[in-house]
């Protein structure tokens, strides 16, 4: 019964996952107890939960499998900065340190952080099968082609593989410094937004605009060939060499500099995002096609940051290139971690894998959770008002008259998520039917940009009366149209606040009947909720069903812009009290905004500085 510690650190999203005998026991990212967005620090919290969940010390781990080669990725760096040299100097000498000190002592540091108890071998997977195996292994198929996108592994930018049984071959790669994750990034940042989190921002912003960038994109920045593989004219970017990623020849192309973060974002922003969008899109439908082609296999599995690109998947899977595509929820570096041990698992060590009619990643909610009595404990001990109710149907009778009334809510219930989503039990909540609802969440819960669309939670037997949906998508990774019946149609005044420069007016505009998850596109990322995945969210779905008739729920992450996603009660209140959210649920606990302390300008400055807003 091998037990496996898989480990992502120093680059994106630091993470540890525990994998025993083939079982995913525990997962999580280090951020989420650092509170330091994105940490990138050895996740030693993360390997502590992991141990503690399991209920095993470090000796009785087997083996300590990290997710990438760091001496192929310094091999990387050398090449690429002897390459630009001496342009990239400042670049060079500003990462050196850190490889010297750190990355290149790899063995060193992990065995230290696991207090020198840990004395059995360490394996290095490399980077895209670390991706590939976070996909294909839990996903529901015995065989399976497998896609793996981001910005940069080692050397890989993108491969096509194939999965069969227990063993993964990736059989294609695309290399540095061509990427389509780079060429994203590139257009993120020229956007305003910051890189690494700021694409989510642009694929949310696409819809407002016009691709009419694309052809000049693919005429002078790209060489799309029909298989997906690219070239990229590097004399317009600069990541190989600076600490930006695009130079002043990708400014005059676009009429302009780079916009400044903060600023007023302009219709050419807008047009830039839908250009990039629909480019990506073309892209990955011919990889897809490509891999079809190689592997004859009649599913898909995805992972790697472009992975998270939700509203190319949902074209993917309209396509019909593949009968089915399955997305881990984790696609980026931290999910590397759970990739690294499952790899080792099955395709090293041989064990086998007997696939079943789901996913076995059971629903992402690998975190860590905080019983009744942790909670009623806590509650006393800061003497925070609250009223407890002994049974569930009760509280959930309650929490949607909440919602229903249009409050918004704050959930905590269950294990934490894995990966950048909430999917129900560390999330913000609230009543689709309402109006203003996404730019009130957006601007005075989580204080971001109004036109950043939020999710929409609904039952899994009910999804088809709401979008062009049949399949589970429980991890809210893939776009589908709004049904045409619940369409609104505009009046005259209405249609003219579609073309306003002032995206705040456009947000406001009803589209359809579930007016607060409807993007302008007339489209939602999709949650679909059942009762084996999701327990008591499930259950609160239905009883505001019963209240309203509406089986849909805003869902949007637990945190404010800036902030980690919440993993404890502690965080949970802290964020409560600095925003504008009007009750927050604590397991079976309920704590409505009036009753507690109302927070003094210098308080509320002090508790959102805390949040380290970017």
Known sequence: MPKILGISAFYHDSAAALVVDGDIVAAAQEERFTRIKHDHEFPVNAVDYCLREAGLTPEQIDYVVFYDKPLL??????ETYLAYAPAGLRSFMMAMPLWLKTKLHLPREIRKALKGRYKKPIAFTSHHESHAASTFFPSP???????????????????IGHGKGNKIKLIKALHFPHSLGLLYSAFTYFCGFRVNS??????????YGEPKYADLILEKLIDLKADGSMAMDM?????????????????????????KPESAITQREMDLAASVQKVTEEAVLRMARHAKELTGAKYLCLAGGVALNCVANGKLLRSGIFEDIFVTPASGDAGGALGAALFTHHHLLDNPRSPGGRDSIKGSLLGPKWSNTEIRAFLAERKITHTYFDTEPELLQNVASHMAAGKVVGWFQGRMEFGPRALGCRSIIGDPRNVQMQSQMNVRVKFRESFRPFAPCVLREDVQDYFDHDRDSPYMLMVAPVKKELHIDLA?????????????????????TIPAVTHVDMSARVQTVDEERHGRYYRLIKEFKRQTGCAVIIN??????????VCSPEDAYRCFLACDMDVLVLENAVLLREDQPQLDQATRKKYMESFSLD
């Open 235 to 259: 004399s317009y970017f600069s990541f190989c060499e600076g600490l930006t990623m695009t130079g002043d020849k990708f400014a005059e192309l676009f009429g302009g500099p780079a916009r």
């Open 73 to 78: 990725k310094f091999d990387r760096l050398l």
């Open 141 to 159: 198929y015995d065989e399976a082609a497998i896609l793996t996108l981001d910005g940069v592994g080692e050397w890989d930018t993108a491969t």
């Open 492 to 512: 005259p005044e209405q249609a003219a606040l579609m073309k306003d420069p002032d995206l705040r007016k456009r947000v406001n505009v009803p589209r359809s």
């Open 556 to 565: 949007t992450s637990f945190n404010v812009r800036g902030e980690p996603i």
């Open 198 to 207: 700021g694409e989510y921002k642009l694929m949310g912003l696409a819809p």
